[in-house]
């Protein structure tokens, strides 16, 4: 029986198959592509394309495809065969250089907020030498970025490696200043904690809302939900580790690092948690692992919901970022050290994160921000939209001693001469984790909690290693100007503490005191739905920031602040229109039958005897009656609402409207809908309830 060693990455085309099928030279020259960013040289893509394709086709591919993520969130692929005609009338395998480079999709039909006329179709995508290439069913996998004709971006793997670039440019200035002359690059790491729930297939074809929007639009709250905190951990059931065992099996032999897997709060919800990678390559995995859970599931009669809420009353899913930055050879910059200059550096490198998270803490809650998500933060399950970091009381005390130029009453210290003592040795988990923390320090990374659980990872690492390069820029521009080096850098750091220190909040963050101090004493931002928070990505100090670091250009701005509103509305509406129709042509007619039913058992009973008073039947009968006038009303009312949406003179517009009356006239409705169900006798109730779902995997 093979070992899962035997076939880890047996589907990547990874170092080790590089190794064995490229030519010494060969090898050298695309690690230092890979490694360095050196340019590629046509005859090395000519030799590697070669290789890639006979290996490929080895393993039973046929095809090979470009494989990339435009801004619709999931990713793309068109599939060409390798064949070409050959003279005596067959064919031949060939993949050239050139088509591994490049390929040409057409971009007209992708999102591109107004980047691209209709018109205009001619789209690019360009090879990540970086992510290795992989075989998904019969098809060679190349990732790689996607732009326009104009070279406008128009995925979010090129914004990434953009503000992987801008980190390492950054942080490389720094650690010259503090002598390191050894590491020759800086790449930022992630592990994306991954939560999902599972439901039989069976019911789920039986729910419009979960087909159309991947949530639930009605249900009334069952028996028993999360209430005795029995699923948290619990042993798993049969049918889910039968999943949850061929979802492995098919991850590792994608090279990915699949390591934790558990049951989580709510019935039917699970996580699924791998080791930590390159930020770019831990993208490409996570949109793999989203894609592979789903069809894994499928095999299993299953269905796997990736939609932030898709339950009322429950935990919803999110996606914990866990962000670190290290050097090539492997020093992990957010690590405290053994030398007074060791523990500088990670100082400095604490504070650039501090500073990033308060300077640009509206753009991570841009980042994360999905009509999805707007149910998730601020409930407690899930981080409260206002961003702040937990650093642990032990840390919060080194930065408080340095702010105020008192000793750090910890363990035995040292006086270096920047005035800074050498910090305790610090063990992993030097302090109790903050689950109410949306950005959160555990021991050598930060773990950003509040991303909804369908979000590619993309666009939360693009705004913070954006923000953080920015801050070791303003750091490194100051340093390497200063007459006296170790006076500048402890001025430096004790300046960031004092000025950032209303970001750091150690406290429960569920609690409504907090969101008062930080709002109104802290001035920190509450920006409680997408529509509040995505016009502020074209701030100016965002714009500057973010174009000065060529991370994007202006209009790429324009058109992700269009695309995110857009895509927004869209959502909503699908799922309000989705509501009137369950309401209407599910709901209020099975209510009505059963009305109908009970007035026919009513007038049995009184034919048989005038004198029974059929006080249940009455009762229920007029409850319900009440309930159905209520639902055709507020199913109209919605309605109305949506029309009225055509009048809104731009997406942002509309976005407040749908905010401010569309989310609230489905609220209204579902009341009625989710009473009757409580009322109306299983049989004649339309769809699965909520008891069904989440208690149906057995």
């Known amino acids: 029986m093979a070992t899962v060693s035997d076939y880890f990455g047996s589907l990547v085309f990874d170092d080790r198959v590089m190794k064995a099928n490229l030519s010494a030279e060969v090898y050298t020259s695309l690690k230092k592509t890979i490694d360095e960013g050196a340019q590629l040289d046509i005859g090395v893509a000519n ?41 005596d009338g067959g064919v031949i395998m060939e993949f050239s250089g050139k088509e591994l480079i490049k390929g040409e999709p057409d971009a007209s039909s992708f999102p591109s907020g107004g980047l691209r006329a209709t018109f205009e179709a001619r789209g690019y995508t360009a090879w990540d030498p970086t992510s290795y290439a992989f075989i998904k069913g019969k098809t060679l996998c190349i990732p790689t970025a996607f732009c326009s004709y104009g070279g406008e971006a128009l995925d979010k793997k090129t914004p990434l490696l953009r503000s992987m670039e801008a980190l390492n440019k950054q942080a490389m200035r720094i650690l010259k200043l503090f002598g390191n002359d050894t590491a020759k ?6 592990g994306p904690e991954q939560e999902y729930f599972l439901i039989t297939k069976e019911m789920y074809d039986q729910r419009p809302d979960l087909r159309f929007t991947g949530r639930t639009l009605f249900g009334a709250k069952p028996p028993k939900g999360q209430e005795m905190d029995d699923h948290y951990f619990g042993v798993i059931k049969p049918r889910v580790a039968s999943y949850m065992e061929e979802l492995n099996h098919e991850l590792w032999k994608l090279g990915i690092f699949a390591k934790t897997e558990h049951n989580e709060v709510a019935p039917a919800q699970h996580e699924l948690a791998p080791i930590y990678t390159t930020t770019n390559i831990a993208t490409d995995h996570n949109q793999l692992t989203m894609e592979i859970m789903q069809k894994v599931a499928s095999k299993h009669g299953l269905v796997c919901l990736l939609h932030e809420k898709p339950f009322a009353g429950v935990n919803g899913s999110g ?21 007074p200059y060791e523990n500088a550096q990670f100082l400095l490198f604490l504070c650039a994160v501090i500073k990033a998270v308060d300077d640009y803490q509206d753009l991570l809650r841009i980042a994360v921000a999905t009509a999805g998500n707007d149910h998730r933060l601020g409930a407690n399950e899930a981080p409260p939209a206002v961003v702040s970091i937990f650093l642990g009381d032990e840390l919060n005390a080194v930065l408080e001693a340095i702010e105020t130029g008192t000793a750090y009453k910890g363990a035995e210290k040292i006086q270096m001469k920047l005035g800074v003592d050498v910090l305790p040795k610090f063990n992993r ?25 369908s979000n590619s990872i993309a666009c939360a690492n693009i705004m913070l290693n954006s923000a953080v390069a920015e801050s070791l820029k303003i750091y490194a521009d100051r340093l390497e100007k200063a007459e006296n080096f170790e006076t500048t850098l402890q001025e430096m750091i004790k300046k960031t503490i004092k000025d950032h220190k209303r970001i750091i909040f150690n406290g429960n963050g569920y609690d409504d005191a907090w969101i008062k101090e930080a709002t109104e004493k802290r001035g920190l931002l509450n920006y409680r739905t997408t529509p509040d928070c995505m016009p502020h990505l074209l701030d100016k100090k965002n714009v500057d920031m973010l174009t000065a670091h060529k991370v994007y250009s202006e209009a790429e701005l324009k058109s992700r602040c269009e695309i995110m509103l857009e895509n927004y509305c869209k959502t909503v509406v699908i799922e309000a229109n989705t509501m009137v129709e369950m309401a209407k042509t599910q709901i209020a007619p099975a209510v009505e039958t059963y009305v109908a039913e009970l007035a026919k058992t009513a007038a049995a009973k009184k034919s048989f005897d005038p004198s029974i008073a059929c006080g249940y039947e009455t009762s229920v009968i007029k409850k319900l009656s009440s309930l159905t006038d209520a639902i055709y009303s507020r199913a109209e009312d919605l309605e109305d609402a949506l029309m009225a ?51 149906g995997v057995r």
């Open 47 to 87: 030799a590697v394309a070669v290789a890639m394709k006979d290996w490929a086709v080895a393993n039973g591919a046929t095809h090979y495809t470009h494989w990339f993520q435009p801004l619709t969130g999931i990713t793309a692929e068109k599939h060409d065969s390798f064949i070409s005609p050959s003279p």
């Open 185 to 190: 690059c800086i790449r930022s790491s992630v």
């Open 319 to 339: 996606k914990h970022n866990n962000w670190s930055i290290a050097t090539d050879t492997g020093v992990n910059l957010l690590s405290p050290g053994e030398t």
């Open 429 to 453: 988990d030097t302090t109790d984790r903050n689950r109410t923390s949306p950005f959160a320090f555990t021991g050598n990374k930060f773990e950003f909690r509040m991303l909804g659980s």
């Open 645 to 695: 949406l055509h009048k809104a003179e731009d997406i942002t517009a509309e976005s407040y409207m749908i905010r401010d009356t569309v989310l609230a006239k489905m609220s209204e409705l579902r009341l009625p809908c989710d009473e009757a169900e409580t009322l109306t006798a299983k049989k004649y109730w339309p769809f699965p309830t909520y008891g069904d779902l989440l208690f």
